[in-house]
């Protein structure tokens, strides 16, 4: 994530200065209002993370929503509806004025 450091009017200008992208994690490990307590926490949090088995948990309980959201709208009953006409859009088209070249 990209930081705005700073903002500054030159004229009519504005100017800014961004700090280099780092993502919420470094940015809590570098800071000094956390304890060191909360930071090994956090460290130890990061380090057993494993990024192709959250992505198969998070795939998972998608598709179990997905099979309940189905399931749910099979159990009502829909009442078809009429099929509606398709309007002309031809009416509503401005023709261009021809143009005579001389």
């Given at each position: 994530?990209?930081?705005?450091?700073?903002?500054?009017?030159?004229?009519?200008?504005?100017?800014?200065?961004?700090?280099?992208?780092?993502?919420?994690?470094?940015?809590?490990?570098?800071?000094?209002?956390?304890?060191?307590?909360?930071?090994?926490?956090?460290?130890?949090?990061?380090?057993?993370?494993?990024?192709?088995?959250?992505k198969r948990t998070?795939?998972?309980?998608?598709?179990?929503?997905?099979k309940a959201y189905?399931?749910?709208?099979?159990?009502?009953?829909?009442?078809?509806?009429?099929?509606?006409?398709?309007i002309s859009v031809?009416?509503?088209?401005?023709?261009?004025?021809?143009?005579?070249?001389?």
């Amino acid at each position: 994530m990209i930081k705005l450091v700073l903002k500054e009017r030159i004229g009519g200008k504005m100017h800014r200065k961004y700090d280099i992208p780092k993502t919420p994690y470094q940015r809590v490990m570098e800071s000094k209002e956390v304890s060191l307590e909360r930071k090994q926490q956090l460290k130890r949090i990061y380090q057993s993370l494993n990024p192709t088995e959250l992505k198969r948990t998070i795939d998972k309980k998608l598709n179990l929503l997905y099979k309940a959201y189905q399931k749910k709208n099979r159990s009502q009953k829909v009442k078809p509806q009429k099929k509606l006409k398709p309007i002309s859009v031809r009416n509503y088209i401005a023709q261009p004025e021809p143009i005579s070249v001389r």
